[in-house]
């Protein structure tokens, strides 16, 4: 038997490629190869945005109403304050679309296309038509193109014909865009980009799907358009009490202008959009890429991730350790000296791998192989006839000509190479001992088998040869060194973790004992998942922590019982057999590295280095960006609510001086509050123990029951403050703009201090104020500076309608502030001395 070396054979380079001055005139000709144009982006669009806020319409309409009333310093404020939110808001947004732009450049997708003579990688809508497109397993076609060199390229063509069973090409055959490379590689000739591809003609475009929104984006816009029909009922309730009483409308519309503005929070989406964006540029800096930043929300509330263990929880590539002699049913070391009969299995499993192999464990193969003998490494092995990797579990054979004699080599499942082989029943019992034996100390096994063809035409079926068992290979793959500390710490954060593999149950559970899997003992095979009932499935998925000898549909299925249970599913995967369960997942992880590019377009996230301990960093941001917006909106909601009863009550209670505050004031807290709200908030660091907290139920919301609850109860101390000055001052007979003086500066110290307060729900401010957060200080010295200029110079005074006042009036304005959200303090220390006992 023939023991030569096989080359290993590269494409016929392929021609040159295009120019750089032949593919700006193809792009000027066809355009790029994008199946949709962006209806709008941009600096104008984001203006356009701003200008319909309801914030910027009520500020035009006040706007207008000074001028009315002839008061045309108040108007012109009201101007510059206008430009002032209309420039916040369009540096938020177009900070957001920044980050949002290096996050789509991230994870476009690119295309190894040769021009100019040199072979480099580009992005897929930079591909013009006659580029020479290179495309292998597990990679999207960017365009449509006919074959012009190929190896055994199949493609699956299942999202234009239905059909799932991948369709073998020949040289020639035209290739269409979104379709998927199934098995091996080719190069293409581009023969249509974007619009004019099939694709883009029957509007298949994926980038055309809306995506559906998210639980908190739904709970915000409903939060939200609530507070927009208040305020729309309060404006017309303010306004008809106004006008009853002065006869004035233009007057009394701008008094009920002024309640509007101080219901409606147009912060919280501005914050929220801000939030999300910022928080997925932040994972991208730290080997995050996320394809929606809506991903970043769901992150904390993953409670179980199911992950792949070759190349995530074990280290990336493979070697040959250990080879089975089925001749002389004996176990050889490698590397090391190979006997006649335990070399054909080497040399034979070379044969079954691809001529250019970008499989772990192929390239493991052929480096054994080159290894053992590389003087005969170059010796030529032209493959006659392929049968891809097929069947359940799978197998592979390559017909190839050596020497002038034909060969034909199989590899794959051990079940699948014993079941064609059909060895005595001891001789199988044998085999499956020592594959047990192997599995059980971790490595991964194949098994190798040789057949001669019985004439010039091959069979249908690769099964249908007279195969003979060779022996088995036995590739090692040990656990990555931080293995075991990610799974703790997943643990610690109260996520389970379940490993899916298509390895042997034996290798898997010898990975999961070595990783400190919790449950490595419980098992359940592919099969065994197909075989369950749903409910039964579901049942048993919850409570397996090693999945063994999984295939695509087994895959999905488990993803899909454990959702109907009620867990958030993250999915680990890198290849194309991974991209339905990836797809299924509430949150999909592709490898960056080493996953396919369908597996990269399935999922939600993309670990750039491959490492799983990066979706541990995933989870804590996510976990903490949520917590941050969950402080940012209580704090528009606490602040909100003095500004409304300032406002309200003193004209429906019938007090002396009823409108003290007019849209002056209002936007000056409007300036204040939306950068705490976005920025300052955004910029506040993960508090203690977040990562040892269980995960929050994806659907949980914070805008109803007891947090809002105490979110309001914050409001109404804080406008018992502001009240209790206001009608203190009144009592005491001041003159109104001394009233209106005294119970803005409460006002705006109740905002700082709350700003402070609300920094952690859980720790005292003497905790919080030793965290760093330079840009909240900031905030905090500005809206200071701002009060103080707003008191002190005569300018702003007048402006505002204020009055120089005594310092101990001020400390008094301080000491209400003071109790009004102090009493927080007291809350916090009782709800954590009742958790200590």
């Known amino acids: 038997m023939p023991t030569t070396l096989l080359e290993t054979p590269t494409f016929a380079p392929p021609p040159a490629g295009l120019t750089d001055e032949a593919v700006s005139a193809a792009r000027a000709a066809h355009g790029r190869n994008v199946l949709t144009t962006a209806t709008h982006s941009g600096l104008l669009a984001t203006l356009r945005d701003v200008v319909t806020e309801p914030m910027f319409l009520l500020l035009l309409a006040a706007c207008a109403v000074y001028l009315v009333l002839g008061e045309v310093a108040e108007a012109v404020t009201l101007g510059v304050a206008l430009l002032a939110v209309a420039g916040i808001s369009v540096y938020q947004q177009l900070r957001s679309d920044r980050a949002l732009g290096a996050l789509r450049e991230l994870t476009q997708p690119r295309a190894q296309v040769r021009r100019n003579g040199v072979v480099a990688a580009v992005l897929v809508e930079d591909l013009v038509m006659g580029d020479a497109v290179l495309v292998a397993e597990g990679s999207r076609l960017p365009a449509d193109g006919t074959v012009t060199e190929l190896s055994d390229f199949s493609v ?102 002024t309640l509007a503005m101080s219901i409606l929070p147009e912060e919280i989406p501005v914050a929220f959009s801000s939030f999300m964006a910022l928080g997925a540029a932040r994972l991208s800096r730290l080997g995050v890429l996320t394809k929606q930043p809506q991903t970043v929300e769901s992150l904390g509330s993953a ?9 995530t929880l074990t280290q990336e590539g493979m070697r040959v350790a250990q080879l089975y002699d089925g001749a002389a049913a004996r176990l050889v070391p490698v590397p090391g000296p190979l006997s006649p009969t335990a070399a054909p299995v080497l040399v034979y499993a070379r044969w079954a791998s691809e001529t250019e192999p970008f499989d772990a464990m192929e390239k493991a193969i052929v480096a054994a192989f080159t290894a053992a003998d590389p003087a005969q490494a170059a010796a030529p092995a032209p493959m006659l006839h392929e049968y891809p990797l097929a069947g359940t579990p799978p197998m592979m054979t390559h017909v190839r000509s050596v020497n002038g004699e034909t060969h034909v080599a199989g590899k794959g499942a051990v079940e699948h190479i014993l079941a064609v082989c059909r060895p005595a029943p001891a001789v199988a019992e044998e085999i499956r001992r020592v594959v047990r034996e192997l599995s059980g100390q971790g490595y991964r096994v194949l098994g190798v088998a040789q057949a001669t063809p019985a004439g010039p035409d091959f069979p249908a079926s690769q099964d249908d040869f007279a195969w ?74 919850a409570a397996t922590a090693v999945f063994a000898r999984m295939f695509p549909e087994a895959k999905l299925r488990v993803v899909e019982a454990l959702k109907a249970t009620g867990e958030v599913v993250a999915m680990t995967g890198d290849g194309v057999n991974d991209g339905p369960a990836l797809k299924a997942a509430h949150i999909g992880v592709a490898m960056g590295r080493r996953g396919t590019e369908v597996a990269r377009q399935a999922a939600s996230l993309v670990l750039v280095d491959d490492d799983l301990a990066s979706m541990v960093t995933a989870i804590a941001q996510g976990r903490r960006i949520y917590q941050n917006f969950k402080k940012a909106v209580f704090y528009v909601i606490s602040i909100h609510i003095p500004i409304v ?42 508090e203690l123990g977040q990562m040892r907290q269980p995960p929050r139920p994806l659907t949980a919301t914070f805008l109803a029951g007891a947090e809002l609850g105490r979110s309001l109860a914050q409001g109404l101390g804080i406008a018992a403050a502001v009240l209790g000055v206001y009608y203190g001052a009144m009592q005491q007979g001041l003159p109104e703009a001394a009233v209106r003086t005294l119970a803005f500066a409460t006002l705006v110290g109740s905002n700082i201090l709350l700003t402070l307060v609300n920094r952690s729900f859980t720790q005292s401010v003497w905790q919080t104020l030793r965290v760093r957060n330079r840009v909240l200080w900031l905030m905090l010295g500005l809206t200071l500076a701002l009060l103080l200029i707003a008191l002190q110079v005569p300018a702003a005074r007048q402006l505002f309608g204020f009055v120089p006042v005594p310092a101990w009036w001020l400390g008094w304005c301080l000491l209400a502030a003071l109790v009004g959200v102090g009493w927080v303090e007291v809350y916090k220390a009782m709800v954590g001395q009742r958790n200590k006992l």
């Open 156 to 257: 699956d063509e299942a999202i234009l014909t239905g059909e799932a069973v991948p369709v073998a090409k020949a040289v020639g055959d035209p290739v269409f865009a979104g379709t998927s490379t199934a098995a091996g590689s080719a190069w293409l000739t581009v023969t249509a980009v974007g619009a004019g591809t099939k694709l883009g003609r029957i509007g298949q475009s994926m980038a055309a799907i809306i995506p559906e929104k998210t639980p908190l984006q739904r709970q915000v816009s409903q939060f939200v358009l609530r507070m927009a029909w208040v305020g729309a009922g309060a404006f017309a309730l303010v306004w008809g009490v106004n006008y009853a009483k002065s006869g004035d409308w233009v007057t009394a519309l701008l008094f009920g202008l």
């Open 303 to 311: 409670t179980v991730i199911c992950a792949d263990k070759t190349g």
């Open 468 to 541: 003979e068992f060779l022996g088995l290979i036995a590739l090692e793959n040990p656990p990555k060194a931080n293995a075991a500390a990610v799974i703790q710490a997943f643990l610690a954060a109260g996520i389970q973790v379940k490993m899916i593999t298509g390895d042997f149950p034996e290798t898997a559970q010898a990975i999961a004992r070595q990783v400190s899997l919790p449950g490595a003992d419980s098992l359940l095979t592919g099969q065994q998942v197909m075989d369950l009932p749903a409910a039964e499935l579901q049942l048993r998925a």
């Open 645 to 686: 009863l300032t406002v309200a009550v003193p004209l429906l209670a019938g007090w002396q001086f009823a409108n003290l505050f007019s849209p002056v004031h209002i936007i000056f807290l409007e300036l204040v509050m939306g950068p705490t709200c976005s920025i300052a908030f955004e910029n506040e660091p993960a």
